[in-house]
């Protein structure tokens, strides 16, 4: 889903406050976007009930970043982090739970 090309920047949660997303219709088939729902949902199982991070690799107006936090919910357009940040759905690339 996401190419070698692709080399985002770390971030922190703090650091959402000024990222602008960009709200991309990725060109995912059917299969990737299923795997990305699945990945979402594990990642949310896994942070409530083991505090776990995951790193989320999304894309804004200044290019791929990425953020390591716990992820406690979604509804359809939105993803809930730890600490009361959100990312939109539509501009995740992938997502990766951080088991240590």
């Not at 090309?5 to 059917?30: G, K, T, W």
């Not at 976007?33 to 949310?44: D, R």
Request: charged share 20%; hydrophobic share 40%; glycine share 4%.
């Amino acid at each position: 889903m996401v190419g070698n090309e692709i080399n985002p920047v770390q971030i922190f949660n703090e650091d959402l406050a000024s990222v602008h997303f960009e709200r991309i219709s990725p060109m995912f088939s059917v299969l990737q976007k299923t795997s990305l729902i699945q990945k979402i949902f594990n990642a949310i199982i896994y942070g409530q009930s083991n505090d776990c991070k995951s790193n989320v690799i999304f894309k804004t107006d200044d290019g791929y970043k990425q953020i390591n936090s716990v992820i406690l919910s979604k509804n359809s357009d939105w993803l809930m982090l730890k600490g009361g940040k959100y990312i939109p759905i539509q501009s995740i690339l992938n997502i990766e739970i951080l088991r240590s």
